[in-house]
């Protein structure tokens, strides 16, 4: 069965801190992994990855793909109150539709 | 621009009355649309899926129902509620040629009382 695991669920940070959020994934065909950031209502789209080893980056969000070990990692550096968030890892295989992890919910503090 | 819009945002529902929510599309054709839910603790779950008007695969055995009755609108129903159908509903769209990147509607929160 196709599955999505995310470590930690949840995660308690300073502001200022880098944060390191994991996602690893069993799936047969292989397409892609995705990132999502969701605060109180949709999940809103971060990345897509779909090569090993190319770091996709946005400010101070990053996330790389190892195809071979069958993860991924978000990072986050120099958090803000602003980054507090489920952020949600999902993979697509050759079918039309994504499996999605249960999320890492991450809480900044000021 | 593409742009997906989903109501009701709210609704508190007695258990055993219908349900139906509602998605539409725009700025784009033919696109992949898909209901998740989300119940705390327990991630996205998909619902259903489409690939065209009148095609609807279902993922999980329940007591929902969806339909696509034109190419960008997609309509999640119910006839009698449970209490476990209380959860957040999303509405998504994708692109088959875009690896599988999907984007959401604003979401419905259902309470089944």
């Known amino acids: 069965e196709d599955k999505v695991v995310q470590s930690p669920l949840s995660l308690v940070v300073h502001e200022g801190d880098t944060v390191t959020l994991n996602c690893s994934y069993e799936?047969?065909?292989?397409?892609?992994l995705l990132w999502y950031k969701q605060e109180k209502k949709a999940p809103t789209f971060l990345f897509m990855l779909?090569?090993?080893?190319i770091e996709k980056k946005s400010g101070r969000l990053s996330s790389i793909l190892d195809k071979k070990e069958l993860f991924s990692i978000l990072n986050i550096t120099a958090t803000q109150t602003g980054d507090s968030a489920v952020y949600l890892c999902?993979?697509?295989?050759?079918?039309?539709?994504?499996?999605f992890g249960k999320g890492t919910t991450l809480s900044v503090s000021s | 621009s593409q742009t997906i819009h989903q109501w009701p945002a709210t609704l508190v529902q007695p258990v055993g009355s219908p349900l139906s929510l509602e998605c539409t599309v725009e700025?784009?054709?033919?696109?992949?649309l898909y209901w998740y839910r989300q119940a705390a603790g327990r991630g996205l779950q998909l619902l259903f899926y489409?690939?065209?008007?009148?095609?609807i695969s279902s993922e999980v055995p329940q007591n929902l129902s969806a339909s696509r009755p034109q190419d960008r609108q997609f309509i999640l129903s119910s006839k009698k509620l449970l209490l476990s159908d209380s959860g957040f509903y999303l509405c998504?769209?994708?692109?088959?040629?875009?690896?599988?990147?999907?984007?959401f509607g604003e979401g419905s929160w259902l309470t089944v009382v």
């Open positions: 998504a769209f994708g692109r088959g040629g875009s690896g599988n990147t999907i984007y």
């Open positions: 779909t090569s090993s080893g």
């Open positions: 700025g784009t054709s033919n696109p992949n």
């Open positions: 799936v047969t065909n292989f397409r892609s």
């Open positions: 999902a993979v697509g295989d050759a079918g039309t539709a994504l499996i």
């Open positions: 489409s690939v065209g008007i009148g095609q």
